[in-house]
């Protein structure tokens, strides 16, 4: 039997207060999928609303600082997000890997911070198109997980997100093959960093999940659920999504 199933949305910068009614459809159809873990990571500015409206959901955030405090213009801390309501929090996502130049050291610090404060870390990885058509996607993302993943680990407080970059917001995705090849090199080096516990660890695939897609990926083996991005942004797009998991 596979790893009980986590769909999680990543809504980006997007969203305003007018998006809760999505985590309310959300929420009423969770009530038949018992069997999924589904989280929400929405704009930060809307978590403690949606936690206090939607408690049954869990929610995360999309980026925290490694350090607990102190002078960090703009940044947030794990303690801070708890506070408002996060459980989970994604960090090293392509786009802050490129927009916000992240390293994988930092993401690794970020993972560390995460799980020692009490949040469950999505830590993100995924070739670029180059890096795939040249033949080195799991080298890339095999060196992606070296510097990332956090020393210590159990299947409660780490998750892995695979997504290929080129298949993020694009609409295009690897084939099965491909993606059972990457989950599979994924899961092996969970095993060889954890020990018997990486065999739990769930390992999420990301990029362009929609509703006419979610099962085939997920019944592929190693994907133990998804990380959806634009199609996350409405109840229903993202509901269809969480019964292709059951
Ligand atoms: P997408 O984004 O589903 O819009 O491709 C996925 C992600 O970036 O997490």
Request: with cysteine; glycine share 10%; hydrophobic share 45%.
């Amino acid at each position: 039997m596979g790893l009980r199933k986590l769909v999680a949305g990543n809504w980006k910068m997007n969203g305003d207060m007018a998006s809760l009614a999505e985590i309310d459809s959300i929420a009423r159809a969770l009530q038949m999928a018992a069997s999924v873990d589904v989280a929400v990571c929405p704009p930060v500015t809307l978590i403690k609303d949606a936690a206090n409206r939607q408690p049954g959901l869990a929610y995360g955030a999309q980026d925290c600082h490694w350090d607990g405090a102190g002078a960090h213009t703009g940044c947030l801390s794990v303690a801070m997000l708890r506070e408002i309501g996060a459980t989970l929090v994604i960090v090293g996502h392509s786009e802050r890997r490129s927009d916000n130049h992240e390293t994988s050291s930092e993401v690794k610090a970020k993972a560390e911070a995460a799980i020692a404060g009490g949040l469950c870390a999505i830590v993100c990885v995924g070739e670029t198109e180059a890096e795939r058509d040249a033949g080195n996607a799991i080298d890339v993302v095999s060196a992606q997980l070296d510097g990332s993943l956090p020393d210590s680990a159990t299947p409660n407080w780490l998750v892995v997100a695979y997504e290929p970059v080129w298949a993020i917001g694009t609409g295009r995705t690897p084939t099965g093959e491909d993606v059972a090849a990457m989950h599979g090199a994924i899961r092996k080096k969970l095993v060889a960093t954890y020990g018997d516990t990486g065999k739990s660890i769930r390992i999420l695939y990301g990029g362009s999940v929609k509703p006419s897609n979610a099962a085939e990926l997920m019944a592929i083996p190693d994907v133990d659920g998804a990380l959806v991005g634009g199609a996350s942004l409405r109840a229903q797009d993202f509901v269809p999504i969480i019964m292709a998991a059951i």
